[in-house]
Protein backbone atom coordinates (compact mmCIF):
# COMPACT_ATOMS: atom_id res chain seq x y z
CA UNK A 1 0.00 0.00 0.00
CA UNK A 2 2.80 2.36 0.99
CA UNK A 3 4.97 1.59 -2.10
CA UNK A 4 1.95 2.00 -4.12
CA UNK A 5 1.01 5.51 -2.60
CA UNK A 6 4.86 6.32 -2.90
CA UNK A 7 4.95 5.68 -6.58
CA UNK A 8 1.58 7.82 -6.98
CA UNK A 9 3.09 10.90 -5.50
CA UNK A 10 6.26 10.06 -7.71
CA UNK A 11 4.46 10.06 -11.04
CA UNK A 12 2.20 13.12 -9.46
CA UNK A 13 5.56 15.21 -8.84
CA UNK A 14 7.33 13.94 -12.52
CA UNK A 15 3.69 15.65 -14.54
CA UNK A 16 1.82 17.39 -12.31
CA UNK A 17 -0.03 19.32 -15.09
CA UNK A 18 -0.66 16.48 -17.07
CA UNK A 19 -2.62 14.47 -13.89
CA UNK A 20 -4.01 17.69 -12.34
CA UNK A 21 -5.85 18.08 -16.08
CA UNK A 22 -6.76 14.58 -15.97
CA UNK A 23 -8.80 14.47 -12.82
CA UNK A 24 -10.51 18.26 -13.26
CA UNK A 25 -11.79 16.77 -16.94
CA UNK A 26 -12.79 13.46 -15.30
CA UNK A 27 -14.84 15.32 -12.65
CA UNK A 28 -16.28 17.91 -15.24
CA UNK A 29 -17.19 14.98 -17.47
CA UNK A 30 -18.98 13.13 -14.35
CA UNK A 31 -20.74 16.55 -13.45
CA UNK A 32 -22.45 16.97 -16.93
CA UNK A 33 -22.18 14.51 -19.18
CA UNK A 34 -25.23 12.93 -17.95
CA UNK A 35 -27.20 15.66 -19.63
CA UNK A 36 -26.24 14.71 -23.52
CA UNK A 37 -29.46 13.06 -24.09
CA UNK A 38 -31.05 16.40 -22.53
CA UNK A 39 -33.51 17.93 -25.41
CA UNK A 40 -34.11 21.43 -26.06
CA UNK A 41 -35.87 23.25 -22.89
CA UNK A 42 -36.70 26.98 -22.16
CA UNK A 43 -34.71 29.87 -23.38
CA UNK A 44 -33.59 27.18 -26.52
CA UNK A 45 -37.56 26.95 -27.97
CA UNK A 46 -37.41 30.28 -29.56
CA UNK A 47 -33.57 30.73 -29.51
CA UNK A 48 -32.49 27.71 -31.10
CA UNK A 49 -35.36 25.40 -32.57
CA UNK A 50 -37.46 28.64 -34.01
CA UNK A 51 -34.58 30.86 -34.45
CA UNK A 52 -34.26 31.59 -38.20
CA UNK A 53 -30.83 32.77 -38.07
CA UNK A 54 -29.89 29.23 -36.58
CA UNK A 55 -32.35 27.36 -38.91
CA UNK A 56 -29.72 27.83 -41.36
CA UNK A 57 -26.12 28.98 -42.35
CA UNK A 58 -26.09 32.40 -43.73
CA UNK A 59 -22.99 34.90 -44.37
CA UNK A 60 -20.75 36.39 -41.36
CA UNK A 61 -21.64 39.41 -42.26
CA UNK A 62 -25.49 38.58 -41.34
CA UNK A 63 -24.57 37.08 -37.77
CA UNK A 64 -22.76 40.76 -36.72
CA UNK A 65 -24.88 42.74 -38.08
CA UNK A 66 -28.13 41.08 -36.28
CA UNK A 67 -29.33 40.76 -32.98
CA UNK A 68 -28.99 37.75 -30.09
CA UNK A 69 -33.06 36.99 -30.20
CA UNK A 70 -33.45 38.48 -33.68
CA UNK A 71 -36.29 41.35 -35.08
CA UNK A 72 -39.21 39.31 -33.70
CA UNK A 73 -38.04 39.45 -29.87
CA UNK A 74 -36.53 42.90 -29.56
CA UNK A 75 -33.13 43.70 -30.29
CA UNK A 76 -31.64 43.63 -26.78
CA UNK A 77 -28.90 41.52 -27.33
CA UNK A 78 -26.04 40.94 -29.51
CA UNK A 79 -24.33 37.63 -29.47
CA UNK A 80 -22.87 36.99 -32.71
CA UNK A 81 -20.72 34.11 -31.72
CA UNK A 82 -23.27 32.22 -30.13
CA UNK A 83 -25.67 32.30 -32.67
CA UNK A 84 -23.14 30.98 -35.35
CA UNK A 85 -22.05 28.48 -33.14
CA UNK A 86 -25.67 27.37 -32.75
CA UNK A 87 -25.96 27.13 -36.27
CA UNK A 88 -23.11 25.65 -37.24
CA UNK A 89 -24.43 22.52 -34.32
CA UNK A 90 -27.51 22.41 -35.86
CA UNK A 91 -26.09 21.95 -39.55
CA UNK A 92 -24.06 19.33 -38.13
CA UNK A 93 -26.81 17.06 -36.43
CA UNK A 94 -29.61 18.63 -38.67
CA UNK A 95 -31.40 19.83 -35.61
CA UNK A 96 -30.95 17.28 -33.40
CA UNK A 97 -30.11 18.24 -29.57
CA UNK A 98 -27.34 15.71 -28.86
CA UNK A 99 -24.53 17.92 -31.11
CA UNK A 100 -25.36 20.90 -29.16
CA UNK A 101 -25.03 18.79 -26.11
CA UNK A 102 -22.01 17.71 -26.89
CA UNK A 103 -20.91 20.95 -27.30
CA UNK A 104 -21.79 22.27 -23.86
CA UNK A 105 -20.36 19.69 -22.50
CA UNK A 106 -17.11 19.67 -24.53
CA UNK A 107 -16.96 23.21 -23.72
CA UNK A 108 -17.49 23.24 -19.92
CA UNK A 109 -14.43 20.35 -20.46
CA UNK A 110 -12.41 23.04 -21.57
CA UNK A 111 -13.82 25.56 -18.89
CA UNK A 112 -12.60 23.34 -16.21
CA UNK A 113 -8.93 23.45 -17.80
CA UNK A 114 -8.93 27.25 -17.83
CA UNK A 115 -9.91 27.50 -14.43
CA UNK A 116 -6.93 25.03 -13.16
CA UNK A 117 -4.48 26.53 -16.15
CA UNK A 118 -5.19 30.08 -14.10
CA UNK A 119 -5.44 28.43 -10.69
CA UNK A 120 -1.86 26.84 -11.41
CA UNK A 121 -0.86 30.36 -12.33
CA UNK A 122 -1.83 31.74 -9.08
CA UNK A 123 -1.56 28.73 -6.25
CA UNK A 124 1.06 26.67 -7.79
CA UNK A 125 0.42 22.69 -8.62
CA UNK A 126 -1.27 21.04 -5.26
CA UNK A 127 -3.88 23.86 -4.36
CA UNK A 128 -4.80 25.15 -8.09
CA UNK A 129 -5.84 21.04 -8.11
CA UNK A 130 -8.21 21.78 -5.48
CA UNK A 131 -9.25 24.39 -6.72
CA UNK A 132 -10.09 22.94 -10.04
CA UNK A 133 -11.89 19.93 -8.69
CA UNK A 134 -13.65 22.53 -6.65
CA UNK A 135 -14.87 24.30 -9.54
CA UNK A 136 -15.87 21.33 -12.04
CA UNK A 137 -18.19 19.89 -9.24
CA UNK A 138 -20.04 22.95 -8.37
CA UNK A 139 -23.85 22.58 -9.15
CA UNK A 140 -24.28 26.20 -9.79
CA UNK A 141 -23.35 25.44 -13.28
CA UNK A 142 -25.38 22.51 -14.19
CA UNK A 143 -27.82 25.52 -16.03
CA UNK A 144 -25.23 26.64 -18.09
CA UNK A 145 -24.60 23.22 -19.13
CA UNK A 146 -27.99 21.31 -19.62
CA UNK A 147 -29.78 24.17 -21.15
CA UNK A 148 -28.47 24.79 -24.53
CA UNK A 149 -28.85 28.54 -24.65
CA UNK A 150 -25.86 28.31 -21.53
CA UNK A 151 -23.47 27.92 -24.44
CA UNK A 152 -22.72 31.72 -23.90
CA UNK A 153 -21.48 31.49 -20.53
CA UNK A 154 -18.17 29.25 -21.63
CA UNK A 155 -18.13 30.79 -25.16
CA UNK A 156 -17.12 33.90 -23.25
CA UNK A 157 -15.83 32.54 -19.99
CA UNK A 158 -12.94 30.90 -21.52
CA UNK A 159 -11.83 33.41 -24.17
CA UNK A 160 -11.53 35.73 -20.50
CA UNK A 161 -10.17 33.17 -18.33
CA UNK A 162 -6.82 32.39 -21.16
CA UNK A 163 -6.71 36.25 -21.83
CA UNK A 164 -6.04 36.43 -17.63
CA UNK A 165 -3.80 33.32 -17.69
CA UNK A 166 -1.40 34.74 -20.44
CA UNK A 167 -1.21 38.09 -18.59
CA UNK A 168 -0.63 36.45 -15.22
CA UNK A 169 1.93 34.51 -17.10
CA UNK A 170 4.02 37.15 -18.26
CA UNK A 171 3.42 39.10 -15.58
CA UNK A 172 4.76 37.02 -13.59
CA UNK A 173 8.25 36.98 -15.77
CA UNK A 174 8.44 40.53 -15.86
CA UNK A 175 7.53 42.19 -18.97
CA UNK A 176 4.03 41.90 -21.28
CA UNK A 177 5.14 40.45 -24.50
CA UNK A 178 4.07 41.88 -27.80
CA UNK A 179 2.17 38.63 -29.15
CA UNK A 180 0.74 38.38 -25.70
CA UNK A 181 -1.13 41.61 -26.32
CA UNK A 182 -1.98 40.61 -30.08
CA UNK A 183 -3.63 37.37 -28.10
CA UNK A 184 -5.15 39.27 -25.27
CA UNK A 185 -7.08 41.01 -28.34
CA UNK A 186 -8.38 38.52 -29.62
CA UNK A 187 -9.54 37.00 -26.83
CA UNK A 188 -11.33 39.75 -25.75
CA UNK A 189 -12.89 40.36 -29.20
CA UNK A 190 -14.12 36.53 -28.92
CA UNK A 191 -15.58 37.28 -25.15
CA UNK A 192 -17.24 40.49 -26.40
CA UNK A 193 -18.83 39.07 -29.32
CA UNK A 194 -20.19 35.67 -27.49
CA UNK A 195 -21.88 37.64 -24.58
CA UNK A 196 -22.07 41.12 -22.90
CA UNK A 197 -20.56 40.39 -19.68
CA UNK A 198 -17.03 39.95 -21.49
CA UNK A 199 -16.44 43.65 -21.33
CA UNK A 200 -15.37 42.68 -17.72
CA UNK A 201 -11.42 41.35 -19.29
CA UNK A 202 -10.20 44.95 -18.50
CA UNK A 203 -11.39 45.34 -15.54
CA UNK A 204 -10.26 42.13 -14.29
CA UNK A 205 -6.92 42.24 -15.87
CA UNK A 206 -6.87 45.89 -14.46
CA UNK A 207 -7.90 43.48 -10.60
CA UNK A 208 -4.78 41.05 -11.53
CA UNK A 209 -2.64 44.30 -11.69
CA UNK A 210 -3.31 46.04 -8.60
CA UNK A 211 -4.02 42.79 -6.50
CA UNK A 212 -0.78 41.48 -7.02
CA UNK A 213 1.55 43.74 -8.96
CA UNK A 214 3.44 43.94 -5.71
CA UNK A 215 3.57 40.31 -4.69
CA UNK A 216 3.64 37.34 -7.19
CA UNK A 217 4.52 39.51 -10.69
CA UNK A 218 7.84 40.15 -10.97
CA UNK A 219 8.50 44.39 -12.10
CA UNK A 220 10.04 44.93 -15.43
CA UNK A 221 13.24 46.79 -15.61
CA UNK A 222 12.76 50.33 -17.63
CA UNK A 223 8.60 50.76 -17.02
CA UNK A 224 5.98 48.82 -18.99
CA UNK A 225 5.17 50.49 -22.48
CA UNK A 226 3.59 47.37 -23.63
CA UNK A 227 1.19 47.05 -20.66
CA UNK A 228 -0.11 50.90 -22.04
CA UNK A 229 -0.56 49.35 -25.65
CA UNK A 230 -2.71 46.89 -23.95
CA UNK A 231 -4.29 50.11 -22.13
CA UNK A 232 -4.54 51.39 -25.22
CA UNK A 233 -5.84 48.57 -27.40
CA UNK A 234 -8.59 47.05 -25.31
CA UNK A 235 -10.38 51.00 -24.86
CA UNK A 236 -10.22 51.39 -28.67
CA UNK A 237 -11.80 47.76 -28.77
CA UNK A 238 -14.22 48.84 -25.98
CA UNK A 239 -15.25 52.09 -28.37
CA UNK A 240 -15.41 50.52 -31.69
CA UNK A 241 -17.91 47.55 -29.70
CA UNK A 242 -20.49 50.25 -28.23
CA UNK A 243 -20.51 51.68 -31.16
CA UNK A 244 -20.87 48.66 -33.60
CA UNK A 245 -23.93 47.40 -30.35
CA UNK A 246 -25.28 50.96 -30.91
CA UNK A 247 -26.03 51.14 -34.59
CA UNK A 248 -27.21 47.33 -34.01
CA UNK A 249 -29.35 47.57 -31.55
CA UNK A 250 -30.68 51.03 -31.51
CA UNK A 251 -29.79 51.19 -27.55
CA UNK A 252 -26.40 49.90 -25.49
CA UNK A 253 -29.13 48.45 -22.53
CA UNK A 254 -29.52 44.55 -22.20
CA UNK A 255 -32.28 42.28 -22.70
CA UNK A 256 -35.98 43.09 -21.54
CA UNK A 257 -35.97 43.55 -17.39
CA UNK A 258 -37.79 41.34 -14.84
CA UNK A 259 -41.33 41.44 -14.31
CA UNK A 260 -40.74 42.33 -10.83
CA UNK A 261 -38.00 44.77 -11.76
CA UNK A 262 -40.43 46.78 -14.05
CA UNK A 263 -41.46 50.36 -12.73
CA UNK A 264 -38.66 50.28 -9.95
CA UNK A 265 -36.39 53.01 -9.44
CA UNK A 266 -32.93 51.99 -8.76
CA UNK A 267 -33.09 52.50 -5.37
CA UNK A 268 -35.76 50.45 -5.01
CA UNK A 269 -33.96 47.67 -7.05
CA UNK A 270 -31.06 47.96 -4.76
CA UNK A 271 -33.28 47.13 -1.69
CA UNK A 272 -34.06 44.03 -3.65
CA UNK A 273 -30.51 43.10 -4.53
CA UNK A 274 -29.41 43.73 -0.79
CA UNK A 275 -32.53 41.03 0.23
CA UNK A 276 -31.28 38.57 -2.09
CA UNK A 277 -27.44 38.45 -0.80
CA UNK A 278 -27.94 35.33 0.90
CA UNK A 279 -29.19 33.60 -1.95
CA UNK A 280 -26.35 34.71 -3.56
CA UNK A 281 -23.97 33.25 -0.49
CA UNK A 282 -25.91 29.61 -0.34
CA UNK A 283 -25.85 29.31 -4.07
CA UNK A 284 -21.99 29.79 -3.67
CA UNK A 285 -21.29 27.45 -0.73
CA UNK A 286 -24.46 25.23 -0.36
CA UNK A 287 -26.29 24.74 -3.57
CA UNK A 288 -28.48 21.43 -1.95
CA UNK A 289 -31.85 23.25 -3.64
CA UNK A 290 -31.26 24.39 -7.53
CA UNK A 291 -34.20 25.88 -9.68
CA UNK A 292 -34.72 26.96 -12.88
CA UNK A 293 -35.73 30.28 -11.65
CA UNK A 294 -35.68 32.55 -9.05
CA UNK A 295 -38.96 34.95 -9.15
CA UNK A 296 -41.61 36.01 -6.56
CA UNK A 297 -42.80 34.56 -3.87
CA UNK A 298 -40.31 31.95 -3.44
CA UNK A 299 -37.46 34.47 -3.13
CA UNK A 300 -37.63 37.65 -1.02
CA UNK A 301 -38.53 40.53 -2.68
CA UNK A 302 -38.04 43.56 -0.69
CA UNK A 303 -38.12 46.91 -2.31
CA UNK A 304 -37.61 48.98 0.92
CA UNK A 305 -36.14 48.49 4.21
CA UNK A 306 -36.86 45.57 6.43
CA UNK A 307 -35.56 43.53 8.94
CA UNK A 308 -34.42 40.50 6.62
CA UNK A 309 -31.65 43.12 5.03
CA UNK A 310 -29.72 43.02 8.03
CA UNK A 311 -28.90 39.47 7.14
CA UNK A 312 -27.09 40.79 3.25
CA UNK A 313 -25.79 44.46 5.00
CA UNK A 314 -24.11 42.29 7.65
CA UNK A 315 -22.53 39.81 4.82
CA UNK A 316 -21.59 42.49 2.58
CA UNK A 317 -19.48 44.70 5.29
CA UNK A 318 -18.06 41.27 6.62
CA UNK A 319 -16.41 40.56 2.79
CA UNK A 320 -15.67 44.36 2.82
CA UNK A 321 -13.75 44.03 5.85
CA UNK A 322 -12.15 40.86 4.79
CA UNK A 323 -11.12 42.12 1.45
CA UNK A 324 -9.21 45.47 3.79
CA UNK A 325 -7.48 42.81 5.70
CA UNK A 326 -6.49 40.45 3.23
CA UNK A 327 -5.23 43.00 0.89
CA UNK A 328 -2.43 43.73 3.25
CA UNK A 329 -1.65 39.99 4.29
CA UNK A 330 -2.92 38.04 1.27
CA UNK A 331 -3.36 39.72 -1.61
CA UNK A 332 -4.21 36.01 -3.89
CA UNK A 333 -7.67 35.65 -1.49
CA UNK A 334 -8.52 39.48 -1.83
CA UNK A 335 -8.38 38.94 -5.80
CA UNK A 336 -10.27 36.35 -5.63
CA UNK A 337 -13.06 37.80 -3.76
CA UNK A 338 -13.22 40.64 -5.56
CA UNK A 339 -13.37 38.91 -8.28
CA UNK A 340 -16.82 37.56 -7.31
CA UNK A 341 -18.07 40.88 -6.80
CA UNK A 342 -16.89 42.23 -10.05
CA UNK A 343 -18.47 39.67 -12.19
CA UNK A 344 -21.94 39.36 -10.48
CA UNK A 345 -21.82 43.37 -10.97
CA UNK A 346 -23.50 42.81 -14.54
CA UNK A 347 -26.34 41.15 -12.76
CA UNK A 348 -27.05 43.19 -10.02
CA UNK A 349 -30.07 45.11 -11.51
CA UNK A 350 -28.78 48.54 -9.47
CA UNK A 351 -27.60 50.20 -12.85
CA UNK A 352 -29.61 48.15 -15.33
CA UNK A 353 -32.20 45.92 -14.37
CA UNK A 354 -32.07 42.72 -16.29
CA UNK A 355 -34.22 39.76 -16.58
CA UNK A 356 -33.50 37.80 -13.70
CA UNK A 357 -33.01 37.94 -10.29
CA UNK A 358 -30.84 35.47 -9.67
CA UNK A 359 -29.43 32.96 -11.91
CA UNK A 360 -27.87 30.47 -11.91
CA UNK A 361 -25.99 30.19 -15.15
CA UNK A 362 -24.82 34.32 -14.04
CA UNK A 363 -22.85 32.02 -11.75
CA UNK A 364 -20.76 30.91 -13.60
CA UNK A 365 -18.05 33.07 -14.31
CA UNK A 366 -18.09 34.18 -10.04
CA UNK A 367 -18.04 31.02 -8.96
CA UNK A 368 -14.36 31.02 -10.24
CA UNK A 369 -13.37 33.21 -7.36
CA UNK A 370 -15.22 30.54 -5.00
CA UNK A 371 -12.70 27.80 -6.69
CA UNK A 372 -9.38 30.39 -6.02
CA UNK A 373 -10.13 30.52 -2.40
CA UNK A 374 -11.14 26.85 -1.74
CA UNK A 375 -7.36 26.30 -3.52
CA UNK A 376 -5.80 29.86 -1.47
CA UNK A 377 -7.37 28.18 1.90
CA UNK A 378 -5.79 24.71 1.44
CA UNK A 379 -2.51 26.11 0.24
CA UNK A 380 -2.66 28.37 3.68
CA UNK A 381 -3.95 25.49 6.21
CA UNK A 382 -2.44 22.18 4.13
CA UNK A 383 0.79 22.69 5.81
CA UNK A 384 -0.89 23.22 9.54
CA UNK A 385 -2.87 19.98 8.76
CA UNK A 386 0.25 18.24 8.12
CA UNK A 387 1.24 19.03 11.68
CA UNK A 388 -1.63 17.60 13.44
CA UNK A 389 -0.81 15.61 15.90
CA UNK A 390 -3.50 12.92 15.79
CA UNK A 391 -2.86 10.96 12.68
CA UNK A 392 -6.80 10.01 11.90
CA UNK A 393 -7.61 13.79 11.96
CA UNK A 394 -4.89 14.26 8.80
CA UNK A 395 -6.80 11.94 7.24
CA UNK A 396 -10.32 12.85 8.72
CA UNK A 397 -9.96 16.23 6.94
CA UNK A 398 -8.67 15.41 3.51
CA UNK A 399 -11.26 12.68 3.57
CA UNK A 400 -14.45 15.50 4.31
CA UNK A 401 -13.11 17.47 1.09
CA UNK A 402 -13.14 14.38 -0.70
CA UNK A 403 -16.92 13.31 0.41
CA UNK A 404 -17.91 17.01 -0.50
CA UNK A 405 -16.43 17.07 -4.28
CA UNK A 406 -18.26 13.40 -4.66
CA UNK A 407 -21.73 14.76 -3.21
CA UNK A 408 -21.19 17.99 -5.47
CA UNK A 409 -20.26 16.02 -8.30
CA UNK A 410 -23.34 13.47 -8.24
CA UNK A 411 -25.84 16.26 -7.17
CA UNK A 412 -24.47 18.13 -10.54
CA UNK A 413 -24.94 14.98 -12.63
CA UNK A 414 -28.26 14.44 -10.86
CA UNK A 415 -29.82 17.86 -11.23
CA UNK A 416 -28.62 17.32 -15.37
CA UNK A 417 -31.77 15.27 -15.96
CA UNK A 418 -34.18 17.98 -14.48
CA UNK A 419 -33.38 19.45 -17.56
CA UNK A 420 -34.29 16.78 -19.96
CA UNK A 421 -37.03 18.78 -21.76
CA UNK A 422 -39.69 21.46 -20.73
CA UNK A 423 -42.41 18.68 -19.31
CA UNK A 424 -39.87 17.80 -16.86
CA UNK A 425 -38.00 21.45 -16.08
CA UNK A 426 -41.42 23.17 -15.65
CA UNK A 427 -42.83 20.25 -13.31
CA UNK A 428 -39.85 20.14 -10.75
CA UNK A 429 -39.31 23.94 -10.26
CA UNK A 430 -43.63 23.78 -9.18
CA UNK A 431 -42.62 20.79 -6.88
CA UNK A 432 -39.10 22.20 -5.39
CA UNK A 433 -40.51 25.57 -5.71
CA UNK A 434 -44.17 25.66 -5.18
CA UNK A 435 -44.60 29.85 -4.69
CA UNK A 436 -42.86 30.88 -7.85
CA UNK A 437 -44.61 32.30 -9.77
CA UNK A 438 -43.10 32.18 -13.06
CA UNK A 439 -42.97 28.16 -12.60
CA UNK A 440 -46.37 28.25 -12.72
CA UNK A 441 -47.19 30.52 -15.42
CA UNK A 442 -44.53 28.35 -17.73
CA UNK A 443 -46.42 25.07 -16.80
CA UNK A 444 -49.88 26.81 -17.00
CA UNK A 445 -48.52 27.77 -20.87
CA UNK A 446 -47.36 23.86 -21.14
CA UNK A 447 -50.85 22.63 -20.34
CA UNK A 448 -52.38 25.38 -22.70
CA UNK A 449 -50.72 23.84 -25.46
CA UNK A 450 -51.52 20.89 -25.04
CA UNK A 451 -54.99 21.82 -24.44
CA UNK A 452 -55.61 20.87 -21.21
CA UNK A 453 -57.27 23.75 -20.12
CA UNK A 454 -58.55 22.94 -16.57
CA UNK A 455 -54.85 22.57 -15.99
CA UNK A 456 -53.75 25.34 -17.78
CA UNK A 457 -56.37 27.57 -15.98
CA UNK A 458 -55.34 25.97 -12.34
CA UNK A 459 -51.50 26.78 -12.91
CA UNK A 460 -52.16 30.51 -14.10
CA UNK A 461 -54.60 31.42 -11.27
CA UNK A 462 -51.80 30.58 -8.70
CA UNK A 463 -49.47 32.71 -10.92
CA UNK A 464 -51.51 35.29 -11.19
CA UNK A 465 -52.60 34.78 -7.12
CA UNK A 466 -48.47 34.89 -6.38
CA UNK A 467 -47.84 37.99 -8.98
CA UNK A 468 -50.90 39.43 -9.53
CA UNK A 469 -51.52 42.09 -12.03
CA UNK A 470 -49.02 40.76 -14.85
CA UNK A 471 -49.81 41.85 -18.12
CA UNK A 472 -48.47 38.59 -19.99
CA UNK A 473 -49.75 36.16 -17.08
CA UNK A 474 -53.07 37.51 -17.73
CA UNK A 475 -52.67 37.42 -21.24
CA UNK A 476 -52.35 33.34 -21.21
CA UNK A 477 -55.14 33.31 -18.27
CA UNK A 478 -57.32 34.98 -21.19
CA UNK A 479 -55.89 32.65 -23.90
CA UNK A 480 -57.11 29.57 -21.93
CA UNK A 481 -60.11 30.83 -21.23
CA UNK A 482 -60.71 31.84 -24.53
CA UNK A 483 -60.01 28.49 -25.94
CA UNK A 484 -62.37 26.91 -23.10
CA UNK A 485 -65.16 28.28 -24.59
CA UNK A 486 -65.56 31.22 -21.94
CA UNK A 487 -65.82 34.42 -24.10
CA UNK A 488 -67.35 36.14 -21.51
CA UNK A 489 -64.77 35.50 -18.78
CA UNK A 490 -61.57 36.30 -20.89
CA UNK A 491 -62.80 39.25 -22.36
CA UNK A 492 -62.00 41.91 -19.59
CA UNK A 493 -58.33 40.17 -19.17
CA UNK A 494 -57.72 41.35 -22.82
CA UNK A 495 -58.83 44.71 -22.11
CA UNK A 496 -57.21 45.04 -19.18
CA UNK A 497 -53.58 43.76 -20.74
CA UNK A 498 -54.61 46.26 -24.04
CA UNK A 499 -54.93 48.72 -21.73
CA UNK A 500 -51.24 48.10 -19.88
CA UNK A 501 -49.95 46.76 -23.31
CA UNK A 502 -51.57 48.64 -26.61
CA UNK A 503 -49.13 46.85 -28.80
CA UNK A 504 -50.19 43.58 -28.13
CA UNK A 505 -51.05 41.92 -31.14
CA UNK A 506 -52.36 38.66 -29.64
CA UNK A 507 -54.77 40.22 -27.19
CA UNK A 508 -56.55 42.69 -29.63
CA UNK A 509 -57.36 39.38 -32.13
CA UNK A 510 -58.08 37.79 -28.95
CA UNK A 511 -60.79 40.46 -27.65
CA UNK A 512 -62.09 41.06 -30.85
CA UNK A 513 -62.52 37.22 -31.98
CA UNK A 514 -64.18 37.36 -28.40
CA UNK A 515 -66.79 40.05 -29.48
CA UNK A 516 -67.64 38.05 -32.08
CA UNK A 517 -68.29 35.12 -30.25
CA UNK A 518 -70.32 36.95 -28.06
CA UNK A 519 -72.19 38.13 -30.68
CA UNK A 520 -71.42 41.92 -29.90
CA UNK A 521 -71.23 41.94 -33.62
CA UNK A 522 -71.40 46.06 -33.52
CA UNK A 523 -68.19 46.35 -31.34
CA UNK A 524 -66.20 43.18 -32.63
CA UNK A 525 -66.42 44.78 -36.38
CA UNK A 526 -65.00 48.22 -34.89
CA UNK A 527 -62.14 46.16 -33.50
CA UNK A 528 -61.16 44.46 -36.47
CA UNK A 529 -61.37 47.53 -38.06
CA UNK A 530 -59.43 49.45 -35.46
CA UNK A 531 -56.67 46.06 -36.08
CA UNK A 532 -56.32 46.41 -39.55
CA UNK A 533 -55.27 50.04 -39.32
CA UNK A 534 -52.91 49.32 -37.00
CA UNK A 535 -51.21 46.69 -39.46
CA UNK A 536 -51.90 44.37 -37.03
CA UNK A 537 -52.54 40.59 -38.25
CA UNK A 538 -54.25 41.58 -41.38
CA UNK A 539 -55.70 38.20 -42.24
CA UNK A 540 -57.20 37.64 -38.48
CA UNK A 541 -59.14 40.56 -38.13
CA UNK A 542 -60.06 40.78 -42.26
CA UNK A 543 -61.93 36.95 -40.92
CA UNK A 544 -63.76 38.65 -37.63
CA UNK A 545 -64.34 41.97 -40.13
CA UNK A 546 -66.25 39.28 -42.75
CA UNK A 547 -67.64 37.59 -40.02
CA UNK A 548 -68.70 40.53 -38.15
CA UNK A 549 -70.16 42.53 -41.12
CA UNK A 550 -72.45 39.54 -42.68
CA UNK A 551 -73.80 38.68 -39.50
CA UNK A 552 -74.88 41.95 -39.16
CA UNK A 553 -76.56 41.77 -42.56
CA UNK A 554 -78.41 39.06 -41.91
CA UNK A 555 -79.78 40.22 -38.76
CA UNK A 556 -80.77 43.86 -40.46
CA UNK A 557 -78.21 45.83 -38.66
CA UNK A 558 -77.00 47.62 -41.71
CA UNK A 559 -75.19 50.53 -42.55
CA UNK A 560 -73.24 52.59 -45.19
CA UNK A 561 -70.42 51.08 -43.36
CA UNK A 562 -70.79 47.90 -43.54
CA UNK A 563 -69.09 46.74 -47.03
CA UNK A 564 -70.54 43.29 -47.20
CA UNK A 565 -74.05 45.09 -47.29
CA UNK A 566 -72.84 47.36 -49.83
CA UNK A 567 -71.24 44.21 -52.05
CA UNK A 568 -74.03 42.52 -51.91
CA UNK A 569 -72.60 39.59 -50.57
CA UNK A 570 -74.66 36.33 -49.69
CA UNK A 571 -75.65 35.88 -46.16
CA UNK A 572 -77.64 33.44 -43.97
CA UNK A 573 -79.56 34.09 -41.27
CA UNK A 574 -78.71 31.18 -39.10
CA UNK A 575 -77.97 31.38 -35.42
CA UNK A 576 -74.73 28.88 -35.64
CA UNK A 577 -71.89 29.46 -33.11
CA UNK A 578 -69.36 32.18 -34.51
CA UNK A 579 -65.69 31.20 -33.84
CA UNK A 580 -62.85 32.41 -35.43
CA UNK A 581 -60.43 28.99 -36.07
CA UNK A 582 -57.03 31.36 -36.99
CA UNK A 583 -56.98 32.06 -33.22
CA UNK A 584 -56.51 28.05 -31.46
CA UNK A 585 -53.45 26.50 -30.19
CA UNK A 586 -51.20 24.86 -32.06
CA UNK A 587 -49.29 21.93 -30.21
CA UNK A 588 -46.31 23.69 -28.34
CA UNK A 589 -42.85 22.85 -30.12
CA UNK A 590 -42.20 22.33 -26.17
CA UNK A 591 -43.48 19.30 -26.03
CA UNK A 592 -40.01 17.49 -28.09
CA UNK A 593 -40.87 14.06 -26.08
CA UNK A 594 -44.51 14.19 -26.61
CA UNK A 595 -45.56 13.54 -23.24
CA UNK A 596 -46.98 16.01 -20.21
CA UNK A 597 -45.80 16.30 -16.45
CA UNK A 598 -47.22 13.99 -14.20
CA UNK A 599 -45.15 14.56 -11.09
CA UNK A 600 -47.69 17.94 -10.51
CA UNK A 601 -50.98 18.56 -8.79
CA UNK A 602 -53.60 17.84 -10.88
CA UNK A 603 -56.55 20.90 -10.09
CA UNK A 604 -59.21 20.50 -7.47
CA UNK A 605 -62.27 19.47 -8.73
Not at 361 to 389: C, D, E, H, N, Q
Not at 408 to 417: G, H, I, L, P, V
Not at 421 to 445: I, K, M, S, W, Y
Amino acid sequence: MNDTLARWQEEWRARPALWSGVAVLLVALLASGSGLGNGFTYDDIPMVVENRMVQHLYSLWDYLTTSYWGPSRGNSLYRPVTVVAFALERAVGSGDPLPFHIANVTLYLATALAVLGLARELLGDEAALLAGLVWAAHPVHVEAVANIVGQSEMLTGIPMLLALTLYVRDRRAGEIRGRTVAGIAALFALALLAKEHGILLPMLLLLTELALGGTLFVRPPGGRPRSWLLVRVLTMMIVVYVAVRLSILGGFAGDAPHPALQELTAGQRSWVMLGLVPEFVRLFLWPARLYADYSPQAIPFLTSPAPWHLAGAAILLGVLALVMVLWRKDRVSAFALIWIGLTLGPVSNILIATGVLVAERTLFLPSVGIAILAGRLAMVLGPKIARVPRPWLRIAIPATVGVVLVTATARSASRQSDWEDNATLFATTVVDAPNNFRAHHALGELFGGARSWDRAEYHLRIADSLFPGYDLLELSLARVLHFDDRCPEALPLYTKVLVQRPEAEVARVGQAACLLEMRQLSAARAAAVQGIARGNAVGSFGLILQKAESSLVATDTVDERNRWYRAGAPFSKSHARLRVPVLLMKPPTVLIRGRMPESVPDPPT
